[in-house]
């Protein structure tokens, strides 16, 4: 048998299909020939279950477009959740950008000397052990144009000196350290001067830390330096007029140091201190108040209009209060006039007929009394 005679085979006509109906009707008749077992068994039967499974299609697609609704509302407020979020976040990151000041301003000063030369010479040649013959080393720092400080906000200026611990600067002794804040029409905004010293050190402890850390004296690791922290302006609050420019002099020709470096440090009080060391906590709590905030407006404005929600409609009913009916626009004024000209009609109507009545009486009564007196 080929391929196609099998398939031919097996494939149900409508033959075989009315035979097998015939059938089945011949031995339900031959059963139940009155046909009292399908009307009162079969077909109850039947209908039953064509109902239940009628309920359970309906059941089903009620939960799945339940399901559905449920799915698309949890991705609507996933998405307005995590926009809200993202704004929460920008706005305090907004908000911190422009409350919180940068903490360290850090410029270097690169220290000059003049020359002074007595007579009529041109040029001068001084050695490194003569202080006669240059004006003591000073540095102009430009800060910025504008305003580097801000308004209201407490700095503290330090001037900081690297120094070698020369055999000069050890003889040196106390020296003065200057500095003078200008404006940009170079007012004199405030000035200062801190005298300083190379820190002491007796022989045998100078021995005794060049014998232990000989090896990173030897390798360039270590130094025989100082580095003094000169705090010049402890609690300085710059103003509208801002401070641009800063001129820095140590007040000793024979000083010798490797660098001079002004570093300016905001003093964090109040808000801004508990922003700087606390800047986890803080940042969770400006996110969630800022989130509390723009979800506040957001249900406020689908509040507002969005009118064909239900919760939105019971929570309108429970809480509004209801007014007494006034007559504000014209066509309740209209409406009202027309009602009462319409009640004033109907009481002369009924006045009219209560006369016509009564004249009819008095017709009827003066006939009779006619009659009377014939």
Not at 59 to 87: S, W, Y
Not at 120 to 148: A, E, V, W
Not at 289 to 307: E, K, P, R
Request: aromatic residues 14%; charged residues 25%.
């Amino acid at each position: 048998m080929t391929e196609r005679g099998r398939s031919d085979f097996f494939q149900p006509t409508m033959f075989d299909l009315g035979f097998v109906t015939t059938a089945f009707n011949i031995f339900m008749n031959i059963i139940d020939p009155l046909q009292i077992g399908r009307k009162l068994v079969l077909k109850p039967i039947a209908k039953l279950l064509i109902d239940a499974f009628e309920e359970y299609k309906v059941k089903t697609r009620d939960k799945l477009e339940t399901t559905q609704n449920a799915i698309l509302k949890l991705i609507a407020v996933i998405t307005i959740f995590f926009l809200l979020f993202c704004g929460a976040v920008l706005l305090y990151i907004f908000f911190y950008l422009s409350y919180m000041p940068t903490v360290i301003h850090v410029k270097p000063a690169y220290m000059q000397y003049t020359k002074i030369c007595d007579g009529d010479s041109k040029t001068c040649d001084f050695g490194s052990k003569m202080s006669g013959y240059h004006t003591f080393p000073t540095s102009h720092l430009q800060l910025t144009k504008k305003q580097l400080m801000m308004v209201g906000q407490p700095y503290v200026l330090t001037i900081k000196l690297e120094l070698p611990e020369t055999p000069r600067n050890q003889e040196l002794g106390m020296f003065m350290l200057c500095m003078d804040m200008k404006d940009k029409d170079n007012i004199l905004k405030s000035n200062s001067c801190r005298s300083t010293m190379l820190r002491y050190r007796s022989p045998w402890l100078h021995k005794l830390k060049t014998f232990l850390l000989f090896p990173l004296y030897l390798f360039g690791y270590e130094e025989e330096k100082q580095i003094l922290d000169i705090e010049m302006f402890s609690n300085y609050i710059d103003t509208t007029n801002p401070v641009t420019d800063i001129y820095v002099e140590i007040q000793s020709k024979v000083v010798e140091f490797y660098s001079v470096t002004l570093q300016i440090s905001a003093h964090f009080t109040g808000l801004r201190y508990l922003i700087y060391n606390f800047p986890i906590i803080s940042a969770i709590i400006g996110i969630i108040f800022n989130l509390t905030i723009l979800t506040l407006i957001t249900l406020l404005v689908w509040y507002q209009y969005d009118y064909e929600m239900e919760w939105v409609d019971e929570a309108r009913n429970r809480y509004s209060f209801k007014r007494p009916k006034t007559y504000d626009t014209k066509c309740d004024r209209k409406e009202s006039s027309s009602i009462s000209t319409t009640d004033e009609n109907v009481s002369i109507l009924d006045n009219s007929d209560d006369k016509f009545e009564l004249d009819d009486d008095v017709m009827l009564f003066g006939k009779h009394d006619r009659k009377t007196e014939e």
